[in-house]
């Protein structure tokens, strides 16, 4: 595919999406495309009644009411991030959650397979699963993760073997890193606020000031950087390269943006892609 003149997502059915780019993971670890977007994945009212029951069973809330009161993300699943530095409390925090999720759905779809099923169809050569350590043991699945106002993501990129550099865990193992999020539920304000923003700058030393100084965004408009904002509707799933600079500008309103979301992992020669959270 050559250079789109328009740096914008390709979105539709996963039939669209590949008759439209036949490779979406070359393109966008090539940059060609910023993601791609999958329209309808998964039943909106399905969204929202899976919510309520998260809120019925204690396992969302919000987080300004409780303890000190402070804002932070909410989460339903097991995150490396948080339990990597304790590799045995990581598999058994992840076993309490494939526990978790083999009834939180019943009666629904189960939009962790919708999300794992959209990802084998656009990989057809790839054999798609849950991330396992040398001995079996799972990674958590996917995770749910529930922005309230005041909380997002600067720009940043994620790579566990390129910035987190956990090489004890077997998912550093893939040369690329994507990840795929499925919306439930909108913040309020939907002007800038809670909708992920892609940038068209992959990790480069170049970058690493700006970052941390925590003015990439200022810096990708003096440098001309096209970005992009993903603008979804409850269902809706888009997958991007998650080595290339993104950002979750901070949610606004009293509403929370709620979506669920993997990190996968992916070598050219690998006939395995791996995904966890
Ligand atoms: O929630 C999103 O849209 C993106 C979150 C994020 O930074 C990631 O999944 O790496
Ligand atoms: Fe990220």
Partial sequence: MSQTAIWSPVEGTVDEILAEVPRPFDA????????????????????????????????????????????RRVDIGT????????????YEHSRQTHDLFSYLFDGYEDPVKTLYD???????????????????????????RTYHEGVGHYPHYDSV???????NFT???????????????????????????LYRAQMSPAFQRPLEERRFR????????????ISLEPGDLYFFYSETIHEVPFVAGSQPRVVLASFIGLSEDDPEVYLWS
């Avoid at 656009?122 to 699963?129: A, E, F, G, H």
């Avoid at 073997?161 to 090489?167: A, E, F, L």
């Fill in 28 to 71: 966008m670890m090539a940059s060609e495309i910023p993601a791609v977007i999958v329209r309808r994945a998964f039943p909106s009212d399905h969204c929202a009644a899976l919510i309520e029951r998260f809120y019925e069973r204690g396992l969302l809330y919000d987080p300004r009411k409780v303890g000190d009161g402070s804002p």
């Fill in 161 to 167: 073997s390129k910035r987190s550099k956990r090489y």
């Fill in 118 to 144: 959209a990802l084998a169809r656009m990989l057809p050569d790839k054999r798609v699963m849950t991330a396992r350590s040398v001995d079996g043991r799972l990674y958590g699945p996917s995770i749910f």
């Fill in 218 to 229: 200022e810096y990708a408009e003096e440098e001309g950087i096209a970005r992009v904002q």
């Fill in 171 to 197: 998912v550093s193992r893939f040369r690329h890193q994507f990840a795929g999020v499925l919306c439930f539920q909108n913040s309020e304000d939907r002007g800038d606020s809670g909708e992920g923003v």
């Fill in 79 to 90: 995150s490396l991030g948080h339990h990597g530095n304790d590799p045995d409390a990581f």
